[in-house]
């Protein structure tokens, strides 16, 4: 069956622009989490949705990152006004329930910018 | 709080060589411990994980990891590498009553001919 795609697979923006990165899930997988993934750095949590419960967002490193999940299904990830230190392959995982789960990730986004 | 150290970003090898690469965890409660293995140009995968139970786990290529509590390790070995095992290896804990998934910063594993 179909695994976790994210689009787009790549992205280039010039500092200051706003980006969206959206994350289809595995049909049926309750739980939504993004990562950021960082050159000599492991997997940097970001969020985590859980069915129709409110998202954990202790992970987001700031006001200017935001994500939403409509549906309980696909989710986007949005980085307002972007820095250069926001540059990393994020990358999206779904699962069946909580986190002793298996997590299938997507490709990830490659996020460059300039 | 958890957190999990890899000391090893690089782990060099010669093909059928053993390898051990290191995990360490901190933690207050009990956890869950995985593996994550992520090939050249593809995406991460599980390659194993400890939940409860027998301390040893094995996956389905030869890899097996330990959990020794005392510790606080869930070392990954395997007796015999191969070149297809070139890739870069997770680990990550999850304490039982969170929802968070904490990762290592990784160990480059190369397997040289």
């Known amino acids: 069956g179909a695994g976790v795609s994210q689009s787009p697979s790549n992205k280039v923006t010039e500092k200051g622009k706003d980006v969206e990165l959206r994350c289809d899930p595995i049909?049926?997988?309750?739980?939504l989490y993004w990562y950021r993934q960082s050159l000599g750095q492991g997997l940097e949590f970001l969020i985590y949705?859980?069915?129709?419960?409110?998202?954990?967002k202790s992970g987001l490193p700031s006001d200017r990152f935001s994500a939403e999940r409509t549906g309980g299904s696909v989710s986007t990830l949005t980085i307002q006004r972007t820095q250069q230190e926001d540059s990393a392959v994020y990358l999206c995982?779904?699962?069946?329930?909580?986190?002793?789960?298996?997590?299938?990730f997507g490709p990830g986004t490659r996020l460059t910018v300039l | 709080a958890q957190s999990v150290t890899q000391l090893d970003s690089q782990v060099p090898v010669f093909e059928e060589a053993p390898v051990e690469l290191r995990c360490n965890y901190s933690?207050?409660?009990?956890?869950?411990l995985f593996w994550y293995v992520q090939y050249p140009n593809q995406g991460l995968q599980l390659l194993l994980k400890?939940?409860?139970?027998?301390?040893l786990v094995e996956s389905i290529n030869g890899f097996e990891a330990e959990f020794n509590k005392s510790q606080t390790s869930f070392h990954l070995r395997k007796p015999s590498v191969h070149i297809s095992d070139t890739a870069e290896y997770f680990c990550?804990?999850?304490?039982?009553?969170?929802?968070?998934?904490?990762f290592g910063t990784g160990t480059r594993l190369q397997v040289f001919p």
């Open positions: 049909s049926g997988h309750t739980a």
């Open positions: 400890y939940l409860s139970g027998s301390t």
């Open positions: 990550a804990v999850s304490e039982w009553n969170t929802d968070k998934l904490i």
């Open positions: 933690s207050s409660v009990s956890v869950y």
């Open positions: 995982a779904s699962s069946l329930g909580g986190t002793w789960d298996t997590q299938y």
């Open positions: 949705f859980q069915g129709n419960s409110a998202p954990d």
